[in-house]
């Protein structure tokens, strides 16, 4: 069965702290895998995609990584502004799957 | 360029009503997803019309259905409304339907609550 799932459910770092938040994946035929970034009461916000395993995506303090079965959003010193929930999904032959998502508090 | 517009924003229904949401996407884009949020569950997809024609339907009830229109504006609608059917729900639209590397962009959803 295609299956999202992401580590850990939440997050809490200090300011500069950086950390790295996992989604792990079983999909028939994997299109490309997304991450979104949510911040309260908004939809997801496009991040990344990733296509191929070993590719790698970077956006200021964020950086993503992919491997056969899993993705990995590095975040390095973060910022209170980062704090949100952070969405994974994997695209299959006809289909989107979200994971749950990472709630990731920066404390200044 | 205008994003994903979603109406109403805010939504309270008694059980045994039913509600339509409304969903405008961006410029040009043909494939239009529903997805329903809750804390429990996250994103649950609901289906998704590409040119007027649903391509997949996530496993809800017939309560929940949808459609969509030449311009490529979307409704969703559910009847019979219950207290769990009380989420946040979005609206994504994309240029290419899933399964094509679609990148998705979302509504501000519509939140509606069942009392």
């Known amino acids: 069965e295609d299956q999202v799932t992401q580590s850990p459910e939440a997050l809490r770092l200090q300011e500069g702290e950086s950390s790295s938040l996992n989604c792990s994946y079983t999909?028939?035929?994997?299109?490309?895998l997304f991450w979104y970034r949510q911040d309260p009461g908004k939809g997801p916000e496009f991040l990344f995609t990733?296509?191929?395993a070993g590719e790698e995506k970077e956006k200021e303090r964020l950086k993503a990584t992919l491997t056969k079965k899993e993705s990995f959003l590095h975040i390095t010193a973060p910022k209170p502004e980062d704090s949100a929930t952070y969405l994974c999904a994997v695209e299959g032959y006809d289909k989107v799957i979200f994971g749950p998502g990472t709630s990731l508090s920066v404390i200044p | 360029k205008a994003g994903v517009t979603q109406t109403p924003r805010y939504l309270i229904k008694t059980r045994g009503q039913q509600v339509t949401l409304s969903c405008s996407p961006i410029s040009g884009h043909r494939s239009v997803s529903w997805y329903q949020q809750t804390p429990g569950q996250g994103l649950q997809f609901l289906f998704e019309?590409?040119?007027?024609?649903?391509?997949n339907k996530g496993n809800f009830p017939g309560r929940f259905s949808g459609r969509q229109f030449s311009n490529s504006r979307s409704e969703m609608n559910v009847s019979t409304l219950e207290l769990g059917d009380s989420a946040l729900y979005l609206c994504?639209?994309?240029?290419?339907?899933?399964?094509?590397?679609?990148?998705?962009?979302f509504g501000a959803g519509t939140r509606l609550s069942v009392l």
């Open positions: 990733l296509y191929s």
């Open positions: 019309y590409f040119s007027e024609t649903q391509r």
């Open positions: 999909v028939s035929g994997l299109r490309g």
């Open positions: 994504a639209s994309s240029l290419v339907p899933q399964g094509v590397l679609s990148i998705q962009y």
